[in-house]
């Protein structure tokens, strides 16, 4: 179901010859997800009583899946197109108007001097390993102007029951029986991809609600407005809002490192799916 109706939306629909996101059995599809974020978007400036976003990151934007479909319904609002991509961020930069930014392997070393009302992250910490993962969220959060919302994508237990249950086209490139059993170990794993070198290391992410949750103990002015499983298709979302002083640290809070071991888990169903 919708979260909102954005039926009557109509968004820029012209595809960048380059854009890798279009699938060609289901072209329509890229619209599809476009318009879901904004739906999620939507939902979350009525949880956060936020109704405008003058300031708006789309990090990764890509070639405009998403951003096409702020610039539509966020007409007024300056918008930041930021992806290691360049031709992705000339695109939108172009198509949409949005301010671009190249972005580099280490997020730390952006030039953002101004905050944002509004960072819409889809599939990107989906793609880090743990240590790049927490630095891009204290970054997110750096650049969130007080009052200011993250929406970011993760995924969680549907990627990994799939993987389980010996789904084929999820993650082919990666080891699977290693990242499943170090997930069901500490709540997080990650593996480069094959094709990926180590000085690039682009892999495949999972990390559960739980691990979640024990990394953002972190941050005493971050509010989790939402959870939401296979929200956003088969990725997590999770809504965040930045309110200075809303928390006591009274839980302190883990180290860089929280992928700490959990409570010893049954990891027999390995065997069942990979034979092992």
Not at 45 to 69: E, Q
Request: with cysteine; aromatic share 10%; net charge neutral.
């Amino acid at each position: 179901m919708p979260l909102h109706d954005f039926s009557q939306l109509q968004a820029d629909r012209t595809v960048a010859p380059h854009d890798g996101m279009v699938a060609a059995e289901d072209p329509e599809q890229y619209f599809t997800l476009g318009r879901r974020a904004l739906e999620l978007i939507h939902f979350s400036s009525v949880l956060c009583d936020k109704p405008h976003y003058p300031a708006i990151l789309d990090l990764p934007c890509g070639h405009g899946r998403v951003l096409r479909w702020l610039r539509a319904h966020y007409g007024y609002a300056k918008i930041t197109a930021c992806d290691l991509d360049r031709t992705g961020v000339d695109f939108c930069a172009k198509q949409f108007g949005a301010t671009p930014v190249y972005s580099k392997p280490d997020l730390r070393l952006l030039p953002f001097s101004t905050q944002f009302d509004l960072i819409w992250v889809g599939s990107l910490v989906t793609h880090l390993r743990q240590d790049r993962w927490l630095a891009t969220l204290d970054c997110l959060i750096k650049w969130t102007n007080e009052c200011g919302v993250i929406v970011l994508t993760t995924q969680g237990r549907t990627v990994t029951s799939l993987l389980a249950r010996g789904r084929k086209d999820v993650a082919e490139n990666i080891d699977k029986p290693a990242l499943l059993a170090e997930f069901a170990r500490t709540g997080f794993a990650y593996q480069r991809y094959f094709e990926s070198n180590a000085e690039e290391d682009y892999g495949f992410a999972v990390s559960s609600p739980e691990w979640l949750m024990r990394a953002l103990q972190r941050y005493p002015n971050i509010i989790v407005r939402a959870y939401l499983e296979e929200a956003w298709g088969m990725q997590d979302v999770i809504i965040l809002y930045k309110k200075a002083g809303h928390h006591e640290p009274v839980l302190g809070g883990p180290e860089l490192n929280v992928a700490t071991p959990m409570a010893p888990k049954s990891t027999s169903w390995l065997g069942k799916v990979f034979g092992g």
